[in-house]
């Protein structure tokens, strides 16, 4: 078929974004391409992962260079077996919206190249691309100096044999684009999101750069800017292009580098030529008062100056973003002001699912703690604060001013869920992070494609994940999940789940009195506990999920309600309230009761369907069923389960209220039945609890 277009794709330890990038490919509504994923000697699961696509796919081809050569060669290598009309450059860590090469190919014409617009930083990327796109000429050749996002008639890379100069670790490809400066008068560009930059890159991510490389990029680029300005010294074009190349370049990079390192001493010198050079040319690029005397004292390789005036500039930064709001103010101080004031080695905080409750294993790390009188500042995140809690632990409002000032001085986090990213993590911070489940529903790097709320799921959960020391895992089963979908290798403590400790309680007969008297339950009646997890694909927006209860209250009334009462108990995601009123003294909603331990304490049977609630509630070997109506579609579409539903579970999958009604009448037989897989079961996930977690992690990691 004609118009097939070339996809390049350089190779380099992106294993955390390739799938992403390839999937997205794949998904494209133009089919006519071939991908050329040239893998440049990495080093992680890069090129297995490229492997198995190109199984998949015959239009994916791989070339292993086992060796790291640098971009510039790997490019250049894909140029050489590219076999399509057209050539299109794209990095492994992003990816592309589903019309970017339909748009692309069908505007291009008569043109000898076409440019596509990037998403903006930080915004997520425009997924319906506007109907009307539109075709805009660009007045000047090219804004930046990068390839991707441009598909390039092969004819025209043959013709002015378009290739990357090797020479070059990070700066090739103006020696691409250069070439092509006197071709074009204006170039064609598609707005609209069609190309999503992985802006940030994970600070662990293998390609992220030292200090060390941003001295030796800044001295690349001015040996490039020479080496240019030398062969271009007859095209005025081309001269003033590379003036301004060098001002944005300034802008948008040196000045950051300038004021987060001190390398002045060993950029200056290279830096201040190239401005004596641009002084003597003309450029087009407007630039600030600042920037103005910044490049002269740049020129004057006046290093003094220079490092007062970007303290200053840095502050009017800071000053001018931080006034864009609110949690902009608080996070810059937090990186700018908080975060230099002395850690504060004896303050912990602690927060339960994004601060919605007091419970889980921060609770029970915190009891165990104030329990044996560690002196220890204790701080509280709530979503609300205000909570009756034990000991003397201060609250803070989650996102609060008072939030980002305790985070930033305590030397200790303890969560169970996320913290957000923009925390950088400090020096010298332990993060003991407890998760919040044995997973039945494949997580993170195990999930193939992700149907969360949030498209940068993936990469943001990498990023958040690599600021933890510890990691809590129940059983060996989620030992080595977490390994492997979380990409965690710290410190993994192996002695069951804190938030567990209170099913090994010997009063668990005292303490079921005290909570079902709390909640007015009475005590001659039996409790079914329901404990439903969220859908992925049913929410109103990211963190705000559906639930539409399948329960037919009224028949488990009839049926059940001499005997029993019924707890109804939704995933912290659900936003849906349920309403029990017609049922009062039968069905209590207990969605805001904060710890769920509890209520599995005074719960006779649980019913759910996937939630990790089970693998808890099997510690007390009572009876579990489980209500799983949208098996099919949660299973095979939604999430994946690491257990076979079908085979492995310590009780029966029910899919109606008769179903429901029948197992609990006949509860003792449903027992029988299932008392060898649930005593496998027991064995298998909940082996570890004892009842000490919390002892033993108090004394590993609270000295
Ligand atoms: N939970 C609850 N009430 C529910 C469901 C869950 O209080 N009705 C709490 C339980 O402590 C449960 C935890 O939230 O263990 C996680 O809930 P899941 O339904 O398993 O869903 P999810 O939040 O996706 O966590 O490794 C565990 C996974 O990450 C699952």
Not at 398 to 426: C, G
Not at 621 to 631: S, W
Not at 680 to 687: I, W
Request: charged share 30%; hydrophobic share 35%.
């Amino acid at each position: 078929m004609k118009n097939k277009i070339s996809i390049i794709i350089p190779v380099y330890n992106t294993e955390v974004y390739l799938e992403n990038c390839i999937e997205s490919l794949i998904n494209q509504a133009y089919s006519n391409w071939e991908a050329i994923l040239i893998n440049d000697g990495s080093t992680d699961n890069s090129l297995s992962i490229i492997s198995n696509y190109e199984k998949q796919d015959s239009r994916i081809k791989s070339i292993d260079l086992k060796v790291n050569k640098g971009v510039a060669h790997a490019r250049n290598t894909g140029l050489d077996v590219a076999t399509g009309e057209f050539i299109y450059f794209l990095d492994s860590d992003d990816s592309l919206d589903q019309y970017a090469l339909g748009l692309l190919i069908s505007n291009i014409t008569h043109h000898e190249v076409i440019f596509g617009s990037f998403n903006k930083q930080n915004k997520k990327a425009n997924l319906t691309l506007p109907v009307k796109h539109r075709i805009k000429y660009s007045k000047s050749k090219f804004r930046n100096e990068s390839v991707l996002n441009r598909l390039f008639r092969r004819t025209l890379v043959d013709e002015l044999n378009l290739r990357f100069d090797e020479d070059y670790r990070y700066y090739s490809d103006l020696t691409f684009l250069l070439p092509l400066l006197d071709y074009f008068k204006t170039v064609p560009t598609i707005t609209g999101y069609i190309y999503k930059k992985q802006w940030r890159k994970d600070p662990d991510s293998p390609e992220s750069l030292t200090q060390h490389d941003d001295v030796a990029k800044i001295k690349e680029y001015v040996e490039r800017f020479h080496k240019l300005t030398e062969v271009y010294s007859e095209n005025p074009k081309a001269i003033k292009f590379l003036c301004n190349q060098f001002v944005s370049y300034y802008c948008q990079y040196v000045i950051f580098v300038l004021q987060e390192q001190d390398i002045y001493s060993e950029v200056l010198e290279d830096l201040s030529s190239v401005v004596q050079f641009i002084d003597t040319h003309s450029y087009s690029r407007r630039i600030s008062f600042f920037i103005k005397r910044e490049l002269k004292a740049i020129r004057n390789k006046d290093e003094k100056k220079l490092r007062k005036l970007l303290k200053l500039h840095k502050v009017l930064r800071i000053t001018s973003r931080s006034l864009k709001g609110r949690q902009k103010l608080y996070r810059t101080l937090y990186n700018y002001v908080f975060t230099k004031l002395p850690m504060q080695n004896k303050t912990i905080v602690f927060e339960s699912f994004l601060g919605k409750n007091y419970s889980d294993s921060p609770k029970n790390i915190y009891e165990e703690l104030i329990n044996e009188n560690k002196d220890y500042n204790y701080i509280w995140v709530f979503a609300k604060p205000g909570k009756e809690i034990p000991g003397n632990a201060k609250q803070v409002k989650r996102l609060s001013l008072a939030y980002f000032y305790y985070m930033a001085r305590a030397k200790y986090w303890v969560s169970n869920s996320r913290i957000p990213k923009a925390l950088k993590k400090r020096e010298g911070n332990i993060y003991l992070q407890t998760w919040h489940g044995t997973p039945l529903k494949k997580l993170v790097f195990d999930m193939n494609d992700v149907h969360s709320a949030n498209p940068n799921y993936k990469a943001d959960f990498y990023e958040q994940s690599r600021r933890w020391d510890y990691l809590i895992s129940a059983n060996s089963y989620s030992s080595e999940i977490f390994q492997r979908a979380f990409k965690f290798n710290n410190r993994m403590f192996e002695y069951g789940y804190p938030r567990n400790d209170i099913l090994h309680s010997d009063n668990k007969t005292h303490l079921m009195e005290r909570f079902k008297t709390q909640l007015n339950i009475p005590l001659d009646k039996k409790v079914i506990l329901y404990a439903p997890t969220w859908r992925d694909d049913e929410f109103y927006k990211p963190g705000q999920y559906k639930f539409s209860l399948r329960f037919d209250l009224e028949r488990l009334q009839e049926e059940l309600g001499d005997e029993y009462v019924v707890l109804l108990r939704t995933h912290y995601f659900i936003a849906d309230h349920l309403n029990t009123e017609d049922f009062e003294g039968f069905a209590f909603n207990v969605s805001k009761y904060d710890d769920i331990s509890e209520l599995y304490l005074i719960a006779d049977i649980l019913i759910t369907d996937y939630s990790s609630v089970f693998f808890d509630y099997a510690n007390l070997k009572r009876p579990i069923l489980f209500f799983t109506y949208d098996l099919e579609k949660y299973r095979d579409t939604l999430r994946g389960f690491y257990i076979d539903m079908e085979s492995e579970l310590p009780g029966p999958l029910v899919f109606t209220n008769d179903e429901i009604i029948d197992s609990i009448k006949n509860i003792d037989q449903v027992k029988e039945q299932y008392q060898a897989k649930y005593d496998l079961f027991y064995d298998r996930f909940c082996g570890w609890e004892h009842g000490d977690a919390s002892k033993k992690i108090s004394g590993e990691v609270f000295s």
